[in-house]
């Protein structure tokens, strides 16, 4: 029998929110694609992105007058030993040194999943998986992160760093959950301690050593959860293995 071609449909390519494609393709975070979105860095067709938009990834989509492709949907995860220095953004209006420059040799377009300032180093996850780094960057998301910091205190004071900062700490109008704390050295008035918090605030810890009278000499994250830093040179990365995966998305 002959095929009845009238009633053959051609399938329409499946649409997303413009946010949502550029989360899934790697690009950034959904919050960071909307961020980008409201301050006109993404074209759709030359037109400037809004968040209600939809594309399948046929249009000509630019970020900062770079074309945006659709990836081929494999999701790539590594640690990254962050050095001080680098700022963990994939673009950077400043010129600043990028943590995307130390995976340029990675076949896809992977970004942080999580944060550390320009002057802190150490453990950083990054991936292109758009859901896993979303829920690792969601407030609600309350793994420990371990740190290894060196401070320095502003007084001539017998202080005590290691229970000043497992205190009471207020952070934008927010209490935080009590932070661990424990004293590895001193010298003089300088002490080297580590530290586990949960909620990860913008500059959180530093914040906290400033409220406190101290001055963060180092600050390097050494631990997420379960996951360790190790070995791993600075600058260097490495591919998380299946297990290491499956921990982060059972979080």
Not at 66 to 91: E, Q, W
Request: charged share 30%; hydrophobic share 35%.
């Amino acid at each position: 029998m002959g095929q009845d071609t009238e009633h053959i449909q051609e399938k329409k390519p499946v649409k997303e929110r413009i946010h949502k494609w550029m989360s899934a393709q790697g690009i950034c975070s959904r919050r960071k694609a909307e961020e980008y979105i409201r301050q006109g860095r993404v074209l759709i067709n030359g037109v400037p992105a809004q968040i209600a938009d939809a594309v399948c990834g046929s249009e000509e989509i630019l970020l900062d007058g770079k074309p945006l492709k659709k990836t081929s949907g494999a999701h790539i995860y590594i640690m990254l030993n962050k050095p001080r220095g680098y700022v963990v953004t994939l673009a950077d209006e400043r010129g600043r040194k990028q943590v995307s420059d130390l995976v340029a040799d990675i076949p896809a377009r992977i970004y942080p999943a999580g944060r550390l300032d320009m002057y802190s180093e150490g453990l950083l996850i990054m991936s292109n998986d758009g859901e896993l780094t979303h829920k690792l960057t969601h407030p609600s998301h309350e793994v420990y992160k371990q740190y290894l910091i060196t401070i320095t205190a502003r007084e001539d004071r017998e202080a005590e760093p290691q229970k000043e900062l497992a205190g009471r700490f207020v952070l934008d109008g927010v209490e935080l959950q009590p932070a661990k704390c424990t004293l590895l050295g001193r010298d003089g008035s300088r002490y080297k301690l580590l530290i586990s918090i949960r909620e990860g605030k913008n500059r959180q810890i530093r914040r906290m050593c400033e409220i406190s009278g101290y001055t963060v000499n180092q600050l390097r994250r050494v631990a997420i959860g379960k996951l360790r830093l190790g070995d791993l040179p600075v600058g260097k990365y490495r591919h998380l293995s299946d297990a290491e995966v499956a921990y982060l998305k059972n979080l």
